[in-house]
């Protein structure tokens, strides 16, 4: 198992989220200015929710690669303090 890059995985899911919000805004935006894409705006909405969810996993595969070398738990502590203490984890 490789610590350094589950860490650059779990900080990056970060990136996936904003994304995701993005594509939100700009899919409800398509749908207030034409109704008739509702339906595929819908469709491309849960493919990019599903998307988002299979970041949320490789999250949560990151933080049991941690805890299974480290022997720390830090899925309750906050975002920041995770950052630090796995980028200082890391060396």
């Known amino acids: 198992m490789d610590l350094d890059a589950a860490i650059v995985v779990y900080l990056e899911d970060k ?3 904003e994304e995701y ?5 700009q ?3 398509y749908m207030m200015e034409d109704p008739r894409t509702i339906p595929s705006v819908l469709t491309a909405l849960f493919c990019a929710r599903s998307i988002e969810r299979i970041g949320d996993r490789c999250q949560n595969i990151c933080e049991f690669i941690f805890y299974y070398l480290k022997g720390q738990d830090f899925r309750h502590l906050g975002g920041d303090f995770v950052e630090k203490m796995l980028t200082k984890g890391s060396h």
């Not at 919000?21 to 805004?25: A, C, D, P, Y």
């Open 27 to 29: 899919l409800m935006t």
């Open 21 to 25: 919000e993005g594509i939100v805004r």
């Open 15 to 17: 990136k996936v989220d």
